[in-house]
């Protein structure tokens, strides 16, 4: 999660276009997410995990060879998984030239990719839901690597098993309606440069994005909760779409039952955390939005984020109910109503 505030102001919100029917949730079986959530596992998260954040990846900074090993043991396990990438691209990277993260005092940073693997919806195919996490982190400092895997490898490996998840779905004959785009962005903790540059140059018109789940720093307990076990921060679900926020409390309700906490996504928040992770750049456009967060902790940007310290299963139990929100979300009647203004 990028740790500088961002000096964005609140923009107005286009919402010419957007349906003009109540979303409803429907699912695919009697059963609906349940099969395919259970799928997704604290094992296998901690699998992925120990290898994305391990020192080989040397804090996977944008656009450094860390950063690109990382990347590519991601594309290697959407393969495994027979998850390709968009038909409309031509392989799992948006290349992102160095020139676009130009910063007036940042650092050079080198090129660097966005990279993205597609499920195919089974009935509105042209429709699209992104889900994202930034795979990037900090790098190293003074010759420590900085392992970032709360921030954010915990939500790169989550998307990993979201996928797999939406992956035994469609072939069990139970694909999601909709089209899912899984979007691993890149310069987030620079400026959240690989969203922006995603919903710069769409790989789909955003017209035809229904909403964007966020998925950064899901793996740790944050101040005040190190007891609780059963929590999420929820920020940015009521902004744009009284339906979106409806959708993630009631799969919530039938899948999950955490602790929605929306302390962070008070208007007065002074973390202004609404404009710190990359599902801002999508809201900025009018996309509904949702980001999951466990807060920030002692090993926030430190060298001590290890993935020795991530409680793998309520890892687990957020990356569940992401599933489940997105699996709602694609397989409803109606995508989301955008009927306020962002703010």
């Not at 961002?6 to 429907?26: I, M, R």
């Not at 909403?211 to 920020?235: P, S, T």
């Not at 926030?300 to 793998?312: F, G, R």
Request: charged share 30%; with cysteine; aromatic share 12%.
């Amino acid at each position: 999660m990028k740790k500088i505030l961002l000096g964005y102001a609140c923009l107005a919100f286009l919402v010419a276009g957007c349906s003009t029917n109540k979303s409803s949730s429907a699912n695919t079986t009697d059963e609906g997410a349940k099969p395919y959530l259970e799928l997704i596992q604290a094992e296998q998260l901690r699998k992925h995990l120990f290898i994305v954040a391990s020192d080989e990846m040397e804090g996977r900074n944008t656009g450094e060879p860390g950063q690109k090993k990382a990347g590519e043991y991601l594309i290697n396990q959407y393969k495994k998984m027979g998850v390709s990438y968009p038909k409309r691209a031509t392989s799992y990277y948006q290349p992102i030239p160095s020139e676009f993260f130009k910063k007036a005092f940042s650092p050079k940073l080198g090129d660097s990719e966005n990279i993205w693997a597609f499920i195919e919806g089974t009935e509105k195919p042209d429709e699209i839901l992104v889900i994202s996490a930034h795979y990037d982190h900090v790098g190293m400092k003074n010759g420590e690597v900085y392992n970032g895997a709360d921030d954010d490898g915990s939500g790169t490996v989550a998307l990993l098993e979201l996928a797999a998840a939406f992956q035994k779905a469609k072939k069990d004959g139970k694909g999601p309606k909709r089209s899912v785009l899984f979007l691993h962005v890149t310069g987030e903790e620079h400026g959240l440069h690989g969203s922006r540059f995603y919903a710069e140059n769409p790989l789909y018109d955003l017209k035809a994005t229904i909403a964007n789940i966020n998925i950064d720093m899901i793996g740790r307990r944050g101040y005040g909760k190190e007891d609780n076990d059963n929590y999420v921060y929820v920020i940015g679900s009521d902004r744009l779409s009284t339906d979106l926020h409806r959708i993630s409390e009631e799969a919530n309700e039938k899948y999950v039952g955490m602790e929605l906490d929306y302390k962070y996504n008070d208007l007065n928040d002074p973390n202004r955390f609404y404009y710190r992770s990359d599902h801002y750049n999508f809201a900025k456009k009018g996309i509904p939005a949702i980001f999951y967060f466990n807060g920030v902790h002692d090993d926030y940007h430190k060298p001590t984020d290890t993935p020795d310290k991530i409680d793998y299963p309520l890892l687990a139990k957020r990356a569940q109910l992401a599933f489940a929100v997105a699996w709602e979300l694609a397989n409803a009647k109606e995508r989301p109503l955008v009927d306020k203004d962002g703010k």
